[in-house]
C-alpha cells in the first residue's frame, strides 16, 4: 500500500453540517436490510436519520429486503425489486459459480454486481441529486456513483475492519471526501492497514437510545442471586461459553447466579455444522449450569431483557469494534464485565469491568465481586449510566457530515 494517502483532499463541495437542508442517500450492504432483521449497521442508521431528520435534512436509505418492514426513519427504498439474469446451471452448483465470479471480478459479496446496478438505478430516480453519499463498510461503491452525483460529498463509514479484494482500494480512499469509525480501534487499524496518514479516519462512536434502554425506576430488594445476561447473535467469538463456565464454577461453590442467554446463531467465517454444534455444545453446558436461552428476541423486548438484569457479560475473544449491545446494557443500568480487547475499552471507559481472557480466573473473580457486594454492584451499575449518558446519537450524526459532535446535555 502506498504511505499516507490523502482523503478528499480539495473536495469540499457539500454544505458543511448545519448549512442549510442537506439530500442525504444512505447505502447499505447487500447483506444488511435496513429493519430490525439487519444488524447494528441498520440500528446505527436508523438512530442517525433520526437525528438528521430533526436537523431538518432529508434522508433516503437504499437498502435490500429484509425479512421485517422498514424502519420509519428516513424514507426507505428496498434494493433488488428487478432481478438480473440467472445463473446458468451446470456442472457448478449456482452458489459455487456466484463466489467464483466474484472472486474473478474483485467483488467482495456475491451477488454484487446485481446490488451495484440496483444502487445505480436508486440514486438514478431520486427526484433530487443528493447533497452526500454515504457508504457503510463498503469499500468498493462510492467510486461506482462518481458519475451519478459528482457534486455530492462522499463518506465511508466503517464499522468493522474492512478489508477489499479491489486490487486498488487507495482508489477508493482517495476519492471520498470522509472516512468515519465507530471507534478509535477500527480508525487507527484502517489508517495502518491502508496507508493513510494518521488522523485521516475520524471516529464517530456510536449513540444509544437514553429513553429506550434506561434503568428500572424501582429496584428490587438487595440480595441474591445475582442476575447475569449476555444478549447478542451466538458465535464463539462472542465468548458466551466461558460465561456459562464460569457461571457453573460459581454456583459449584456456592455463589448465587442465574444467567440467561438470548440471541440467534450467526456465526461468521463458519461452516454451518461447525456453527450449529457450537450452538449445540453451548446450550448443553448452558442447561447444565441452570441458566436460560431464551432464544433471538424481539428487538423491542432487549430493553426489559436488559431492565431486568443486574450484570452484562460482553467476554469477546475477537477483537470487537465497538460493540453497541454492551452500551445499552449500560444505558439498561446493568454493570459491564467485558474483555479488554478491541474497542470495548473505548466503550466501558472507567465504569466497566474489563478483564484478561488470558486469565482463566479473571471473568470468575470479577463476576464474584459484583455477586458478594451489593454496594459495589450498585455504584458500578450507576457508573455503566453515568457512561452511557455520554453517547448521543446527536454526535455521529454530526461528525458524518463534517460538523463537530453536538454537546449532550448535562
Known sequence: ???????????????????????????????????????????????????????????????????????????????????????????????????????????????????????????????????????????????????????????????????????????????????????????????????????????????????????????????????????????????????VDAVGRLRARGVAVDLTLAGGLQAFGLAPAAAEAYRDRLLASLERVGGTYLGRIDPDEVPDLLRAADVACAPSLHREPFCLSALEAMASGCALVASDRGGLPEVCGDAGILVDLDDPGALDDALAALAGDRAFLAERRQAARDRAERFPWSAPAAVALGGRPVPHRP
Open 1 to 243: 500500500m502506498a504511505a499516507d494517502a490523502a482523503v478528499g483532499a480539495g473536495r469540499e463541495r457539500a454544505r458543511p453540517y448545519g448549512g442549510g437542508r442537506l439530500q442525504i442517500c444512505v447505502v447499505l450492504l447487500p447483506i444488511e436490510p435496513y429493519s430490525p432483521s439487519g444488524g447494528a449497521i441498520a440500528t446505527v442508521v436508523r438512530y442517525v436519520t433520526r437525528e438528521w431528520e430533526r436537523a431538518g435534512h432529508a434522508v433516503t436509505v437504499l437498502a435490500p429486503r429484509g425479512e421485517a418492514a422498514p424502519y420509519a426513519e428516513g424514507r426507505s427504498v428496498v434494493l433488488g425489486s428487478r432481478r438480473g439474469p440467472r445463473l446458468p446451471r451446470g456442472p457448478l452448483l449456482p452458489r459455487d459459480l456466484s463466489t467464483r465470479i466474484t472472486r474473478q471480478a474483485h467483488w467482495d459479496w456475491p451477488g454484487y454486481r446485481r446490488h451495484l446496478a440496483a444502487v445505480q438505478r436508486a440514486v438514478r430516480s431520486l427526484d433530487q441529486a443528493p447533497d452526500v453519499l454515504i457508504a457503510h463498510n463498503d469499500l468498493q461503491l462510492l467510486p461506482e456513483l462518481a458519475t451519478l452525483a459528482p457534486e455530492a460529498q462522499t463518506v465511508l463509514w466503517l464499522h468493522n475492519e474492512v478489508r477489499t479484494a479491489r486490487p486498488d482500494p487507495l482508489r477508493a480512499l482517495e476519492g471520498t471526501d470522509r472516512i468515519v469509525a465507530v471507534s478509535d480501534y477500527i480508525a487507527r487499524w484502517t489508517e495502518r492497514h491502508y496507508g493513510l496518514a494518521a488522523g485521516t479516519v475520524r471516529t464517530a462512536y456510536n449513540g444509544v437510545d437514553l429513553e429506550r434502554f434506561r434503568p428500572e425506576p424501582r429496584c428490587r430488594l438487595p440480595g441474591p442471586p445475582l442476575r447475569v445476561v449476555c444478549h447478542g447473535r451466538i458465535d464463539p467469538g462472542k465468548g458466551y461459553h466461558l460465561v
